[in-house]
Antibody
Protein backbone atom coordinates (compact mmCIF):
# COMPACT_ATOMS: atom_id res chain seq x y z
CA UNK A 1 0.00 0.00 0.00
CA UNK A 2 1.11 3.55 -0.71
CA UNK A 3 2.75 5.25 2.26
CA UNK A 4 4.31 8.67 2.65
CA UNK A 5 6.22 9.02 5.90
CA UNK A 6 7.49 12.45 6.85
CA UNK A 7 10.19 13.55 9.25
CA UNK A 8 9.35 14.89 12.68
CA UNK A 9 8.42 18.31 13.96
CA UNK A 10 10.96 21.10 13.76
CA UNK A 11 11.49 24.38 15.61
CA UNK A 12 13.59 27.11 14.02
CA UNK A 13 14.45 30.72 14.72
CA UNK A 14 13.57 33.45 12.24
CA UNK A 15 16.10 33.63 9.42
CA UNK A 16 17.07 29.97 9.70
CA UNK A 17 16.34 27.14 7.27
CA UNK A 18 14.49 23.85 7.61
CA UNK A 19 14.56 20.67 5.54
CA UNK A 20 11.65 18.24 5.70
CA UNK A 21 11.80 14.74 4.25
CA UNK A 22 9.12 12.45 2.85
CA UNK A 23 9.87 8.77 2.27
CA UNK A 24 7.61 7.06 -0.22
CA UNK A 25 6.83 3.36 -0.45
CA UNK A 26 4.33 1.00 -2.03
CA UNK A 27 4.60 2.31 -5.60
CA UNK A 28 7.13 3.20 -8.32
CA UNK A 29 8.72 6.37 -6.95
CA UNK A 30 9.58 7.91 -10.32
CA UNK A 31 6.10 7.47 -11.80
CA UNK A 32 4.33 10.07 -9.69
CA UNK A 33 5.10 13.72 -9.01
CA UNK A 34 5.11 14.90 -5.42
CA UNK A 35 3.49 18.06 -4.13
CA UNK A 36 4.22 19.96 -0.96
CA UNK A 37 1.24 21.70 0.65
CA UNK A 38 1.26 23.68 3.87
CA UNK A 39 -1.41 24.69 6.36
CA UNK A 40 -0.90 27.44 8.91
CA UNK A 41 -2.68 26.98 12.26
CA UNK A 42 -6.41 27.39 11.78
CA UNK A 43 -5.98 28.31 8.12
CA UNK A 44 -6.57 26.72 4.73
CA UNK A 45 -4.36 24.71 2.42
CA UNK A 46 -1.59 26.47 0.51
CA UNK A 47 0.33 24.91 -2.36
CA UNK A 48 4.11 25.13 -1.91
CA UNK A 49 5.43 23.37 -5.00
CA UNK A 50 5.90 20.14 -6.92
CA UNK A 51 8.78 17.91 -7.93
CA UNK A 52 8.91 15.25 -10.61
CA UNK A 53 11.10 12.51 -9.12
CA UNK A 54 11.87 11.14 -12.57
CA UNK A 55 13.87 14.10 -13.81
CA UNK A 56 13.99 16.26 -10.72
CA UNK A 57 12.14 19.13 -12.38
CA UNK A 58 10.37 21.47 -10.01
CA UNK A 59 7.77 24.21 -9.94
CA UNK A 60 7.29 26.46 -6.95
CA UNK A 61 4.55 28.78 -5.72
CA UNK A 62 5.35 32.28 -6.86
CA UNK A 63 5.27 33.72 -3.34
CA UNK A 64 7.94 31.25 -2.19
CA UNK A 65 10.24 31.46 -5.21
CA UNK A 66 13.80 31.96 -4.09
CA UNK A 67 13.23 30.52 -0.62
CA UNK A 68 12.04 26.98 -1.35
CA UNK A 69 14.02 24.12 -2.86
CA UNK A 70 12.74 20.62 -3.56
CA UNK A 71 15.02 17.69 -4.23
CA UNK A 72 14.79 13.93 -4.40
CA UNK A 73 16.91 10.86 -3.73
CA UNK A 74 15.70 8.07 -5.96
CA UNK A 75 17.94 5.53 -4.21
CA UNK A 76 15.86 5.92 -1.05
CA UNK A 77 12.55 7.04 -2.62
CA UNK A 78 12.69 10.23 -0.60
CA UNK A 79 11.79 13.78 -1.49
CA UNK A 80 12.92 16.83 0.44
CA UNK A 81 11.55 20.32 0.88
CA UNK A 82 13.91 23.00 2.18
CA UNK A 83 12.65 26.44 3.13
CA UNK A 84 15.11 29.21 3.95
CA UNK A 85 14.97 32.68 5.50
CA UNK A 86 12.18 31.48 7.73
CA UNK A 87 9.70 33.93 9.20
CA UNK A 88 6.82 33.55 11.62
CA UNK A 89 4.36 33.32 8.73
CA UNK A 90 6.02 30.06 7.66
CA UNK A 91 4.78 28.33 10.80
CA UNK A 92 2.57 25.55 9.47
CA UNK A 93 2.03 21.87 9.00
CA UNK A 94 3.82 20.83 5.82
CA UNK A 95 2.41 17.88 3.88
CA UNK A 96 3.96 15.91 1.08
CA UNK A 97 1.25 14.64 -1.23
CA UNK A 98 1.44 12.31 -4.21
CA UNK A 99 0.06 13.28 -7.58
CA UNK A 100 -2.20 10.59 -9.02
CA UNK A 101 -0.46 10.79 -12.39
CA UNK A 102 2.22 12.72 -14.25
CA UNK A 103 0.14 15.44 -15.88
CA UNK A 104 -0.28 18.95 -14.56
CA UNK A 105 -3.99 18.61 -13.80
CA UNK A 106 -3.76 15.34 -11.89
CA UNK A 107 -5.37 15.21 -8.44
CA UNK A 108 -3.56 14.38 -5.21
CA UNK A 109 -4.40 10.86 -4.11
CA UNK A 110 -2.18 10.23 -1.07
CA UNK A 111 -0.93 12.53 1.69
CA UNK A 112 1.81 12.24 4.27
CA UNK A 113 1.03 12.63 7.93
CA UNK A 114 2.30 16.20 8.01
CA UNK A 115 5.28 17.87 9.66
CA UNK A 116 4.81 20.83 11.98
CA UNK A 117 7.40 23.55 11.42
CA UNK A 118 7.38 26.23 14.07
CA UNK A 119 9.29 29.47 13.56
CA UNK A 120 9.81 31.30 16.81
CA UNK A 121 12.47 33.39 18.45
CA UNK B 1 -2.66 34.72 -10.14
CA UNK B 2 -5.79 32.62 -10.26
CA UNK B 3 -8.19 32.89 -7.33
CA UNK B 4 -10.78 30.36 -6.12
CA UNK B 5 -13.57 31.65 -3.91
CA UNK B 6 -15.48 29.43 -1.50
CA UNK B 7 -18.07 30.36 1.13
CA UNK B 8 -16.47 30.17 4.60
CA UNK B 9 -19.27 28.03 5.97
CA UNK B 10 -22.29 25.97 4.98
CA UNK B 11 -24.79 24.48 7.41
CA UNK B 12 -27.22 21.68 6.67
CA UNK B 13 -29.54 19.41 8.61
CA UNK B 14 -28.94 15.66 8.58
CA UNK B 15 -30.52 13.94 5.62
CA UNK B 16 -30.62 17.12 3.54
CA UNK B 17 -28.42 18.18 0.62
CA UNK B 18 -25.34 20.37 1.02
CA UNK B 19 -23.92 22.34 -1.88
CA UNK B 20 -20.48 23.89 -1.62
CA UNK B 21 -19.47 26.26 -4.38
CA UNK B 22 -16.07 27.19 -5.77
CA UNK B 23 -15.93 30.28 -7.94
CA UNK B 24 -13.21 31.22 -10.38
CA UNK B 25 -12.71 33.01 -13.66
CA UNK B 26 -13.98 30.65 -16.37
CA UNK B 27 -13.45 27.72 -14.01
CA UNK B 28 -15.65 25.64 -16.28
CA UNK B 29 -12.72 25.03 -18.63
CA UNK B 30 -10.49 23.75 -15.82
CA UNK B 31 -10.42 20.42 -14.02
CA UNK B 32 -11.54 20.81 -10.41
CA UNK B 33 -10.66 18.50 -7.54
CA UNK B 34 -12.28 18.47 -4.10
CA UNK B 35 -10.76 17.44 -0.77
CA UNK B 36 -12.33 16.75 2.60
CA UNK B 37 -10.32 17.48 5.73
CA UNK B 38 -11.41 16.50 9.21
CA UNK B 39 -9.76 18.01 12.32
CA UNK B 40 -6.14 16.96 12.83
CA UNK B 41 -6.18 14.78 9.74
CA UNK B 42 -4.66 15.04 6.29
CA UNK B 43 -7.05 15.89 3.45
CA UNK B 44 -8.82 13.17 1.48
CA UNK B 45 -9.75 13.36 -2.19
CA UNK B 46 -13.53 13.11 -2.62
CA UNK B 47 -14.09 14.30 -6.21
CA UNK B 48 -11.62 14.64 -9.07
CA UNK B 49 -11.81 15.88 -12.65
CA UNK B 50 -15.01 17.77 -11.78
CA UNK B 51 -17.27 14.73 -11.40
CA UNK B 52 -15.30 11.54 -10.74
CA UNK B 53 -15.43 9.81 -7.39
CA UNK B 54 -12.50 7.79 -5.98
CA UNK B 55 -13.16 4.27 -4.80
CA UNK B 56 -14.39 4.26 -1.23
CA UNK B 57 -16.13 7.62 -1.47
CA UNK B 58 -19.91 7.29 -1.08
CA UNK B 59 -22.16 7.95 -4.06
CA UNK B 60 -23.72 10.72 -1.98
CA UNK B 61 -20.76 12.87 -3.07
CA UNK B 62 -20.98 14.38 -6.53
CA UNK B 63 -19.54 17.31 -8.44
CA UNK B 64 -20.28 19.64 -11.31
CA UNK B 65 -18.43 22.43 -13.07
CA UNK B 66 -19.68 25.01 -15.54
CA UNK B 67 -19.10 28.63 -16.36
CA UNK B 68 -17.71 30.44 -13.33
CA UNK B 69 -18.72 27.97 -10.62
CA UNK B 70 -17.85 24.44 -9.60
CA UNK B 71 -20.06 22.73 -7.04
CA UNK B 72 -19.58 19.87 -4.62
CA UNK B 73 -22.92 18.31 -3.69
CA UNK B 74 -23.38 16.02 -0.72
CA UNK B 75 -26.75 14.27 -0.62
CA UNK B 76 -28.36 12.78 2.47
CA UNK B 77 -25.81 14.48 4.68
CA UNK B 78 -24.58 12.56 7.71
CA UNK B 79 -22.88 13.76 10.89
CA UNK B 80 -19.65 12.17 9.68
CA UNK B 81 -19.58 14.53 6.68
CA UNK B 82 -18.85 17.46 8.95
CA UNK B 83 -15.44 18.73 7.81
CA UNK B 84 -13.62 21.39 5.85
CA UNK B 85 -13.83 21.09 2.07
CA UNK B 86 -11.35 22.55 -0.41
CA UNK B 87 -11.50 22.89 -4.17
CA UNK B 88 -8.31 22.85 -6.24
CA UNK B 89 -7.29 23.59 -9.83
CA UNK B 90 -4.11 23.87 -11.83
CA UNK B 91 -3.57 27.27 -13.44
CA UNK B 92 -1.57 27.94 -16.57
CA UNK B 93 0.78 30.15 -14.58
CA UNK B 94 2.10 26.78 -13.38
CA UNK B 95 0.63 27.16 -9.96
CA UNK B 96 -1.72 24.82 -8.20
CA UNK B 97 -4.42 26.79 -6.41
CA UNK B 98 -6.64 25.88 -3.47
CA UNK B 99 -9.85 27.59 -2.54
CA UNK B 100 -10.02 29.12 0.92
CA UNK B 101 -12.04 26.21 2.26
CA UNK B 102 -15.61 25.75 3.44
CA UNK B 103 -16.54 24.47 6.86
CA UNK B 104 -19.53 22.16 6.59
CA UNK B 105 -21.60 22.03 9.77
CA UNK B 106 -24.24 19.36 10.23
CA UNK B 107 -26.94 20.81 12.43
Amino acid sequence: QVQLVQSGAEVRKPGASVKVSCKASGYTFTSHSMHWVRQAPGQGLEWVGIINPSGGTTSYAQKLQGRVTMTRDSSTSTVYMELSSLRSGDTAVYYCARSHCSGAVCPIDYWGQGTLVTVSS
Amino acid sequence: SYVLTQPPSVSVAPGKTARITCGGNNIGIKSVHWYQQKPDQAPVLVIYYDTDRPSGIPERFSGSNSGYTATLTISRVEAGDEADYYCQVWDSSNDWVFGGGTKLTVL
